[in-house]
Nanobody, 125 residues
Framework: VQLQASGGGLVQPGGSLRLSCAAS????????MGWFRQAPGKEREFVAT????????YYADSVKGRFTITRDNAKNMVHLQMNNLKPEDTAVYYC???????????????????WGQGTLVTVSS
């Protein structure tokens, strides 16, 4: 299984970006797909996840209402639409794939089996 994240860049506060994660070796429709991020000097943290088989999506409180995770089964991709970006959203964003889907664990990176390489998002004026 390979995951390729893309779409990062430099954006001003209040702006938007759309991250994409292309999967190969396993279908996203049968997987729980997550986004995590790691800011400079901080630990990696949960951002959002979308469970397999229409199990719903979940967000960190810090991004709820601003970020939306979606899945494109036809293209085997997952997207993270990020609106109203803030400087504190600056981080390297990673997509991850979970072959299981234990609801109580989906916010923890240890639940995920495969990881992409990360894409840098910088929010600055």
């Amino acid at each position: 299984v390979q995951l390729q994240a893309s779409g990062g860049g430099l954006v001003q506060p209040g702006g938007s970006l759309r991250l994409s994660c292309a999967a190969s070796g396993r279908t996203v429709s049968t997987s729980t797909m997550g986004w995590f991020r790691q800011a400079p000097g901080k630990e990696r943290e949960f951002v959002a996840t979308i469970r397999r088989y229409g199990g719903g999506s979940y967000y960190a409180d810090s991004v709820k209402g601003r970020f939306t995770i979606t899945r494109d089964n036809a293209k085997n991709m997952v997207h993270l639409q990020m609106n109203n970006l803030k400087p504190e959203d600056t981080a390297v964003y990673y997509c991850a794939l979970d072959t299981g889907s234990i609801l109580s664990q989906i916010r923890f990176e240890t639940e995920y089996d495969y990881w992409g390489q990360g894409t840098l998002v910088t929010v600055s004026s």
